[in-house]
């Protein structure tokens, strides 16, 4: 069997397969054959961090990515990412494109590099198609990674997307200026669509379809305000489609609540190979079989670093969602943290820099699925609230995260790692904190 891993940066899941108006036709074609997990979430809304936590199947700070690669942050153990782990289990491994997981791609292990120094996803995608036109049905199995950028900012300017007539997500106003940023993100994500449909053509013509396990996704939400970099659904939510080799599987969409932890040991079974020990996701192979509705009664989502530091983790059920900050000394937005954009411009003009952010947020996911009454404090809600923050505690400690005895709420990065003030505007504004 061989695995196709399709990924893009920031989509979330603002696509058409989860029903949103948006020009992707070749990915809802794919999903139409695959399982599709509507209540999927990111480990972590933020780009290393997220990859390398379904990469490896750990949380970001048990895996060590707690920060931007690019940045200074390292996997503590680069042998555990799943490159490496199916090369040592007889899969030829690729990459072509875009990976987050490391500095030195060299790392991870991969057999081949392609489409190295390509500039466009229409290159990668090229390079991956002649990869796969390469391959034989019945050949040696391999892993293919394919990553794709044109959904991450600086988005391509829309022209034939009329923003005029464009749905801007609910937690941002309906503005002129939110539209046309809009426009412009769906006028990426179409590019990635087309590049995606160049390289499931190619494995449909190669005659391996059948043999091959397609998983697409994403790292976490869009890069607007409120949603890329926070634990709000609108941040941790995910593109998860997953397509294992055969027609054992019938299609369908599942509600189950699902981690991008659980992708590791759901790829070990569908491989048949031995799951590591350092796993901390739960297989899906249950609901794939129908076998269960649910596999995990809870989820925790974390922030620690992104261009700057700001601590939050949360505890998600299907019914109440738990926020926590850690830093009790700065109580804003971390604006660098947040891309620059002309929404977060008309955000910032506003004041939204200078909003107090609580401590402590408690939503009730039915009755308030935007996540818009925060219930932390109301007196009906405390036995809820007890309830949902020791579960984080423990889930915490359970998984040793520095953040619970870190001094003053203080995770430190790695020497030489470079981080923003939280007190600047915008990430390219990059000092030592």
């Known amino acids: 069997m061989n695995l196709l891993y399709l990924h893009t940066h920031d989509m979330g899941?603002?696509?058409a397969i989860y029903g949103h108006n948006i020009p992707t036709p070749n990915?809802?074609?794919?999903?139409?054959?695959?399982?599709?997990?509507r209540n999927a979430h990111s480990a972590?809304?933020?780009c290393s961090p997220s990859r390398a936590a379904m990469l490896t199947g750990q949380l970001p700070h048990n895996n060590g990515m707690m920060g931007l690669a690019h940045r200074g942050f390292a996997l503590r153990d680069p042998a555990q990412h799943l490159a490496q782990f199916l090369g040592r289990n007889g899969l030829e491994t690729a990459l072509c494109g875009v990976q987050h997981e490391a500095a030195d791609v060299s790392t991870l292990g991969y057999g081949q590099v392609l489409a190295q120094g390509a500039h466009s996803d229409a290159e990668r995608a090229e390079a991956a198609v002649r990869?796969?036109?390469?391959?034989?049905p019945g050949g040696a199995p391999f892993f293919l990674s394919v990553g794709f950028s044109q959904s991450h900012r600086p988005y391509?300017?829309?022209s034939d997307i009329d923003p005029d007539f464009v749905r801007v997500p609910p937690c941002l106003p309906d503005t002129a200026k939110t539209r046309a940023d809009m426009a412009d993100y769906m006028t990426g994500v179409r590019e990635v669509d087309r590049c995606m449909g160049l390289v499931l053509d190619a494995l449909?013509?190669?005659?391996?379809w059948q043999e091959t396990i397609l998983l697409l996704t994403t790292d976490h939400g869009i890069a607007f305000p409120h949603m890329k970099c926070n634990l709000y659904d609108e941040g941790t939510g995910v593109t998860l489609c997953l397509k294992p080799a055969g027609d054992w599987c019938a299609p369908r969409v599942l509600d189950a609540l699902v981690s991008q932890l659980d992708v590791f040991p759901t790829l070990c079974d569908l491989l048949r190979l031995e799951k590591p020990g350092y796993l901390q996701g739960t297989s899906l192979l249950p609901l794939l079989l129908g076998e269960k509705e649910e596999v995990r009664g809870e989820l925790m989502t974390e922030v620690t670093y992104h261009a700057a530091y700001e601590p939050l983790r949360a505890l998600r059920t299907k019914r109440w969602k738990y926020i926590r900050r850690f830093d009790a000394r700065f109580c804003r937005?971390?604006?660098p943290n947040i891309d620059a954009s002309p929404s977060k411009d008309l955000l910032v003009a506003a004041g939204f820099g200078e909003k107090l952010r609580?401590?402590?947020?408690l939503y009730d996911l039915v009755l308030d699925p935007s996540e818009r009454c925060n219930l932390a404090g109301q007196e009906t809600a405390e036995p809820v609230r007890r309830e949902m923050a020791e579960r984080l505690r423990a889930a915490m400690a359970a998984t040793d995260d520095p953040l619970l005895e870190a001094p003053f709420g203080r995770v430190a990065a790695p020497r030489g790692a470079r981080s923003n003030l939280r007190s600047d505007l915008e990430p390219n504004e990059t000092v030592f904190e």
Do not use: I, W
Request: glycine share 2%; with cysteine.
């Open 333 to 335: 937005p971390v604006l």
């Open 13 to 15: 899941r603002y696509n």
């Open 131 to 136: 990869f796969l036109r390469e391959r034989k």
């Open 44 to 46: 972590c809304p933020t």
């Open 27 to 37: 990915m809802l074609r794919a999903a139409r054959e695959c399982v599709v997990f």
């Open 204 to 208: 449909r013509d190669a005659g391996l």
């Open 156 to 158: 391509p300017a829309h």
């Open 358 to 361: 609580p401590a402590e947020e």
